[in-house]
T-cell receptor
Framework: GENVEQHPSTLSVQEGDSAVIKCTYSDSASNYFPWYKQELGKGPQLIIDIRSNVGEKKDQRIAVTLNKTAKHFSLHITETQPEDSAVYFCAASTSNTGNQFYFGTGTSLTVIP | ETGVTQTPRHLVMGMTNKKSLKCEQHLGHNAMYWYKQSAKKPLELMFVYNFKEQTENNSVPSRFSPECPNSSHLFLHLHTLQPEDSALYLC??????????????FGPGTRLTVL
C-alpha cells in the first residue's frame, strides 16, 4: 500500500517568515494530494489540494508544489502569522483506493510573534 | 463549524465497559468515516461507509463495531477495550460514491481514555 512520509515533525518560524513542509509518497499511482490543517481541539480541515496533472497551485499565502518524478510534494506558507500555528497533514490518494487517504505523520508549526 | 458533530467530546472508560461514540453530519453527504489519531502516527482509517454500506474495514479489532443507520449518522460501539486504544477518534464525511478526490470534512473528535 501507499506510504507517506512527512518532514519535519516540528517547525518554528518567526512571524512574517516562510514555512515549508515536505512529503514523499511511495505509490506512483497516487494522483491526488490534499493538505489538512488541525488546530488545537478541532478536527483536520482541508486548506489546499493538488492533482497530478498540475505542478503548482497557489491560494493567497499558501502554495503546494508537486514533483511526480521524484514522488514528493510540499506545502509553502509565506508571510506566516500566529494563526497559522497548527498541525499540518499531507495525504495522498488514487482512484484505485476509492475514498481512502494515506496521511503523513503531521508537522506541528509554531509561528513566533 | 464543519457540519460534522461528535459526542461525547471526552470519554473515560474501563476495560470492561461498553460505550458508544456518535457522529452526525449536516452536509448531505453519503460517505462517512472513522479514523483513529494517535500521537506521532498518521491518521489511521478504521471504517468507511458509502450510502450506508460498509466499504472499508482496515483490519480493525472486533472490539470496535461500527454502525451506520442512515447517511447522516455513524456510531462506533466500543467494548472490552485495551489501554492502547486510548486516542482521539475522528469522524469525517464526504460527498460519497468512491470519488477519491472528495474533500473529507472532519468533526472535532472524541478523546478516549481507557483505564
Amino acid at each position: 500500500g501507499e506510504n507517506v512520509e512527512q518532514h519535519p515533525s516540528t517547525l518554528s518560524v518567526q512571524e512574517g517568515d516562510s514555512a515549508v513542509i515536505k512529503c514523499t509518497y511511495s505509490d506512483s499511482a497516487s494522483n491526488y494530494f490534499p493538505w489538512y490543517k488541525q488546530e488545537l481541539g478541532k478536527g483536520p480541515q482541508l486548506i489546499i489540494d493538488i492533482r497530478s496533472n498540475v505542478g503548482e497551485k497557489k491560494d493567497q499565502r499558501i502554495a503546494v508544489t508537486l514533483n511526480k518524478t521524484a514522488k514528493h510534494f510540499s506545502l509553502h506558507i509565506t508571510e506566516t502569522q500566529p494563526e497559522d500555528s497548527a498541525v499540518y497533514f499531507c495525504a495522498a490518494s488514487t482512484s484505485n483506493t476509492g475514498n481512502q487517504f494515506y496521511f503523513g505523520t503531521g508537522t506541528s508549526l509554531t509561528v513566533i510573534p | 463549524e464543519t457540519g460534522v458533530t461528535q459526542t461525547p467530546r471526552h470519554l473515560v472508560m474501563g476495560m470492561t465497559n461498553k460505550k458508544s461514540l456518535k457522529c452526525e453530519q449536516h452536509l448531505g453527504h453519503n460517505a462517512m468515516y472513522w479514523y483513529k489519531q494517535s500521537a506521532k502516527k498518521p491518521l489511521e482509517l478504521m471504517f468507511v461507509y458509502n450510502f450506508k454500506e460498509q466499504t472499508e474495514n482496515n483490519s480493525v479489532p472486533s472490539r470496535f463495531s461500527p454502525e451506520c443507520p442512515n447517511s447522516s449518522h455513524l456510531f462506533l460501539h466500543l467494548h472490552t477495550l485495551q489501554p492502547e486504544d486510548s486516542a482521539l477518534y475522528l469522524c469525517a464525511s464526504s460527498q460519497g460514491g468512491g470519488t477519491y478526490t472528495d474533500t473529507q470534512y472532519f468533526g472535532p473528535g472524541t478523546r478516549l481514555t481507557v483505564l
